[in-house]
Nanobody, 126 residues
Framework: VQLQASGGGLVQAGGSLRLSCTASGGTIDYHALGWFRQAPGKEREGISCISPAGRSTHYADSVKGRFTVSRDVAKNSLYLQMNSLKPEDTAIYYC????????????????????WGQGTQVTVSS
């Protein structure tokens, strides 16, 4: 299964964006799905993870209360609604299969996941 993130752009601080992640080559119904981001000079950060049925969601503290993850089974897609954006949210955003949480509640990708694609750039101006 290949995932492609889209919907990024340039927005002013306080604004909103909605990212989409479309799957091809198979179904994502039985996979937990995650959003990750990487800012220049920083390590990749897991920011949200949603369970296969969508009943359970997890967020990094840095986005909790501002971002909302959702999935649409019929459209084989994943979404990230981002509100109250801050300049520190500027990064390339990626979606990935099979996210999970560590004992410290850090969102991580599957250790073998290597299909990151190009991601989508989000730039928040101050």
């Amino acid at each position: 299964v290949q995932l492609q993130a889209s919907g990024g752009g340039l927005v002013q601080a306080g604004g909103s964006l909605r990212l989409s992640c479309t799957a091809s080559g198979g179904t994502i119904d039985y996979h937990a799905l995650g959003w990750f981001r990487q800012a220049p000079g920083k390590e990749r950060e897991g920011i949200s993870c949603i369970s296969p049925a969508g009943r359970s969601t997890h967020y990094a503290d840095s986005v909790k209360g501002r971002f909302t993850v959702s999935r649409d089974v019929a459209k084989n897609s994943l979404y990230l609604q981002m509100n109250s954006l801050k300049p520190e949210d500027t990064a390339i955003y990626y979606c990935a299969l099979d996210c999970s949480l560590t004992h410290e509640s850090v969102i991580v990708p599957d250790s073998n996941y290597d299909s990151w694609g190009q991601g989508t750039q989000v730039t928040v101006s101050s």
